[in-house]
Protein backbone atom coordinates (compact mmCIF):
# COMPACT_ATOMS: atom_id res chain seq x y z
CA UNK A 1 0.00 0.00 0.00
CA UNK A 2 1.58 3.25 -0.89
CA UNK A 3 1.40 6.80 0.88
CA UNK A 4 0.35 9.94 -0.57
CA UNK A 5 1.35 13.37 0.87
CA UNK A 6 -1.39 15.94 1.93
CA UNK A 7 -1.23 19.47 2.45
CA UNK A 8 -4.28 20.70 4.68
CA UNK A 9 -5.02 22.91 8.34
CA UNK A 10 -5.30 21.04 11.70
CA UNK A 11 -5.86 23.61 14.42
CA UNK A 12 -2.98 23.87 16.54
CA UNK A 13 -5.12 22.65 19.55
CA UNK A 14 -5.24 19.48 17.90
CA UNK A 15 -1.79 19.45 16.48
CA UNK A 16 -0.28 20.35 20.19
CA UNK A 17 -2.23 17.17 21.37
CA UNK A 18 -1.36 15.09 18.66
CA UNK A 19 2.69 16.10 19.55
CA UNK A 20 1.97 14.86 22.97
CA UNK A 21 0.74 11.69 21.71
CA UNK A 22 3.19 10.94 19.30
CA UNK A 23 5.57 11.47 22.54
CA UNK A 24 4.19 9.63 24.94
CA UNK A 25 3.39 6.59 22.34
CA UNK A 26 7.27 7.06 20.41
CA UNK A 27 5.28 7.85 17.16
CA UNK A 28 5.62 10.65 15.23
CA UNK A 29 2.77 13.27 14.19
CA UNK A 30 1.75 11.45 10.97
CA UNK A 31 1.25 8.11 12.83
CA UNK A 32 -1.08 9.68 15.35
CA UNK A 33 -2.96 11.58 12.76
CA UNK A 34 -2.92 8.45 10.21
CA UNK A 35 -4.49 5.97 12.87
CA UNK A 36 -7.19 8.74 14.03
CA UNK A 37 -8.51 9.12 10.59
CA UNK A 38 -8.34 5.19 9.97
CA UNK A 39 -10.34 4.95 13.42
CA UNK A 40 -12.98 7.48 12.18
CA UNK A 41 -13.28 5.77 9.16
CA UNK A 42 -13.64 2.21 10.31
CA UNK A 43 -16.32 3.75 12.95
CA UNK A 44 -18.47 5.10 10.03
CA UNK A 45 -17.50 2.14 7.72
CA UNK A 46 -19.97 0.28 10.35
CA UNK A 47 -23.27 2.29 9.58
CA UNK A 48 -25.61 1.61 7.10
CA UNK A 49 -26.48 5.01 6.52
CA UNK A 50 -22.54 5.34 5.40
CA UNK A 51 -22.73 2.26 2.74
CA UNK A 52 -26.12 3.21 1.13
CA UNK A 53 -23.87 6.77 0.34
CA UNK A 54 -21.08 4.43 -0.92
CA UNK A 55 -23.53 2.92 -3.65
CA UNK A 56 -25.79 6.05 -4.34
CA UNK A 57 -22.13 7.81 -5.78
CA UNK A 58 -21.22 4.54 -7.55
CA UNK A 59 -24.57 4.07 -8.92
CA UNK A 60 -24.18 7.88 -9.75
CA UNK A 61 -20.99 7.61 -11.26
CA UNK A 62 -19.08 9.62 -8.98
CA UNK A 63 -17.00 7.06 -7.50
CA UNK A 64 -15.50 4.25 -9.41
CA UNK A 65 -15.74 0.22 -8.95
CA UNK A 66 -12.74 0.03 -6.91
CA UNK A 67 -13.29 2.86 -4.43
CA UNK A 68 -16.87 1.35 -4.07
CA UNK A 69 -14.59 -2.02 -3.28
CA UNK A 70 -12.32 -0.81 -0.67
CA UNK A 71 -15.61 0.54 1.54
CA UNK A 72 -17.94 -2.29 1.02
CA UNK A 73 -16.02 -5.36 0.03
CA UNK A 74 -15.37 -7.77 -3.30
CA UNK A 75 -18.57 -9.64 -2.93
CA UNK A 76 -20.94 -6.62 -2.06
CA UNK A 77 -18.94 -4.48 -4.41
CA UNK A 78 -19.44 -7.15 -7.47
CA UNK A 79 -23.32 -7.24 -6.32
CA UNK A 80 -23.27 -3.73 -6.75
CA UNK A 81 -21.98 -3.31 -10.00
CA UNK A 82 -24.19 -6.05 -11.38
CA UNK A 83 -27.54 -4.58 -10.44
CA UNK A 84 -26.00 -1.38 -12.06
CA UNK A 85 -25.56 -3.20 -14.76
CA UNK A 86 -29.12 -4.19 -15.33
CA UNK A 87 -30.03 -0.82 -13.87
CA UNK A 88 -28.05 0.97 -17.02
CA UNK A 89 -29.48 -1.91 -19.36
CA UNK A 90 -33.00 -1.07 -18.43
CA UNK A 91 -32.72 2.58 -18.87
CA UNK A 92 -31.67 1.96 -22.17
CA UNK A 93 -34.45 -0.34 -22.99
CA UNK A 94 -36.58 2.70 -21.83
CA UNK A 95 -35.01 4.79 -24.01
CA UNK A 96 -35.03 3.13 -26.81
CA UNK A 97 -38.69 2.46 -26.17
CA UNK A 98 -39.80 6.12 -25.87
CA UNK A 99 -37.78 6.84 -28.81
CA UNK A 100 -40.50 4.17 -30.95
Not at 64 to 87: H, M, N, P
Request: hydrophobic share 40%; aromatic share 6%; proline share 1%.
Amino acid sequence: MGTTRVNFRIPDELVEKADVAAKITHKNRTEIVTEALRSYLDEIEDEDAFNEEIVELYLEDEIGFDVLKTFIGRQDAEAVRTSKAVLDQGEDLADELAGL
